[in-house]
Structures are given as C-alpha cells and as structure tokens.
C-alpha cells in the first residue's frame, strides 16, 4: 500500500511562489508510478493540475497553470513536486497528490490508485 503526504502549502500574496511536496511511503510491486497534482476550490469540483510519467521525462499541464507551474520528482526519494510561480488567487485551493502504479497515468482522477490529505494554499490579493 502506497501512502501519500503532501506539504507546502501556506498563505501567499499574488505574484508569489510556493513548492509543494508529496512523499511516498510504501512502493508497489511495480515501483514508483505516475503522479499527479489535483486541486479543489470550495465549491468546486475538483480539477487537474499536472502530471509526470514514472521516469520524469513526460509531463502534462492543465492550461490554467500551463507557464506558471512545473511538476518533477525525485524516484530516489519517492517524492514528487510542485514549483508554483506567479500566484493568483484563483489558485486559492486544496491541493491533492496523486500516485499510479502505471507509468502513465493522464489526467483523469479515476485513473489514480492513491491519494494524499491534501495540502491548503491560499493566494491573497
């Protein structure tokens, strides 16, 4: 069973910067798979922010953060990340990391296994 923590999350102004983290207890029995970063505004249903294959060298955005935010990992530390450049406050949400044991698994939340708690940023203007 693979577990999922996230941090970094906080209170920023507009224009800010934050990195989030997701570390992963627990390999499956395929190794590290692909991750993801969703997100959840109240109110909302939730949506996709981005995605990184197994081997980090594919990647996918939503076009909302598409420029602004950048998704890698580190396998050896079985953490994923999320660089959050220029801040708006329509970032203001719950983020969630997501992990497969597939080495790809797109941008559909269906297509996750595990799930982290969730991490709160708030952008303020």
């Known amino acids: 069973q693979v577990q999922l923590v996230e941090s970094g999350g906080g209170l920023v102004q507009v224009g800010d910067s934050l990195r989030l983290s997701c570390a992963a207890s627990?390999?499956?029995?395929?190794?590290?798979?692909?991750m993801a970063w969703f997100r959840q505004a109240p109110g909302d249903e939730g949506e996709f922010v981005a995605t990184?294959?197994?081997?980090?060298?594919?990647?996918m955005y939503a076009d909302a953060v598409k420029g602004r935010f950048t998704i890698s990992r580190d396998n050896a530390k079985n953490t994923a990340y999320l660089q959050m450049n220029s801040l708006k406050p329509e970032d203001t949400a719950v983020y969630y990391c997501?992990?497969?044991?597939?080495?790809?698994?797109?941008?559909?939340?269906?297509?996750?296994?595990?799930w982290g708690q969730g991490t709160q940023v708030t952008v303020s203007s």
């Open positions: 627990g390999r499956t029995s395929s190794g590290n798979g692909a």
């Open positions: 997501a992990a497969d044991d597939t080495i790809w698994a797109g941008t559909r939340r269906e297509r996750y296994k595990y």
């Open positions: 990184i294959s197994r081997s980090g060298q594919s990647f």
